[in-house]
């Protein structure tokens, strides 16, 4: 499990990159994360998603903290793309943030099931594109 945060698990750390813009960073942890979990070699889905799974009991939930806060910061990285966005102008000033973040927390999560279901990249990529689409209908 540390071996996998240490590594695959960085393909959302771009939603902390204030260098780049806050969609683009959105877009990018997105498409980031949908190629590695279709990657030849990477397990289908993702580990930190998945590992959800393994915890089904409350007395079980310390086996897993690491990957709920790993969910967590990646849930905290693209509300922080959503309120940049709001304080630079690019959303309107009345977009639901915390709304808005989880339509996307929740998309990404969901990719997990669609590689493990063996959906392509390229069918996944057709989806984000769809999906910036609802960042775009709150654009200032």
Known sequence: ???YLATFAQVTHCL????????????LALRGSARMQCERGHPKGCMVAL?????????LTALTA?????????????????????AKGDLRPRTDPAALAFVFDSFLL??????RDGKTF?????????????WDAHAG
């Open 122 to 134: 390229k069918a996944m990529d057709a989806a984000i594109q769809q999906v910036m689409v609802v």
């Open 51 to 59: 590992g959800v799974m393994s915890a089904p009991s409350p007395e």
């Open 1 to 3: 499990m540390e071996r």
């Open 16 to 27: 902390w990159d204030t260098a780049l813009a806050p969609r683009e960073a959105l877009e």
């Open 66 to 86: 690491p990957l709920t806060r790993s969910r967590a910061h990646t849930r905290a990285g693209i509300r922080a793309c959503v309120d940049r966005a709001i």
């Open 110 to 115: 969901g990719l997990t099931t669609l590689a």
